[in-house]
């Protein structure tokens, strides 16, 4: 299985940016969906969550935001940002909770991660 982010760059603060995250390889079935960010010298931290029934759950420093939407049919996760802040700086990371076959447990797989930079 693999997850493969892309659409981060450098914006000015206020932009906007749209992040993708595919998954590909042998999977059964997905739950939850969701994009994770680490800023230099912190933890890794939530952003935003979607369910497999379309729940979500959003990190309070993003809501009003940021918008997380799901393609079930491509097994693709999007992060729309909007309001861009310098804060916002780091490299995103796209999660996928998942199962690869009945024979299988859910597992956490996660992606590489792609830069957002948030600078004039």
């Known amino acids: 299985v693999q997850l493969q982010a892309s659409g981060g760059g450098l914006v000015q603060p206020g932009g906007s940016l749209r992040l993708s995250c595919a998954a590909s390889g042998r999977i059964l079935t997905i739950n939850a969906m969701g994009w994770y960010r680490q800023a230099p010298g912190k933890q890794r931290e939530l952003v935003a969550v979607i369910g497999s029934g379309g729940s979500t759950n959003y990190a309070d420093f993003v809501k009003g935001r940021f918008t997380i939407s799901r393609d079930y049919a491509k097994n693709t996760v999007y992060l729309q940002m909007n309001s861009l802040k310098p804060e916002d700086t780091a490299v995103y990371y796209c999660?996928?909770?998942?199962?690869?076959?009945?024979?299988?447990?859910?597992?956490?797989?996660w992606g590489k991660g792609t830069q957002v930079t948030v600078s004039s």
């Open positions: 999660n996928a909770d998942l199962r690869r076959s009945l024979a299988d447990g859910r597992q956490d797989y």
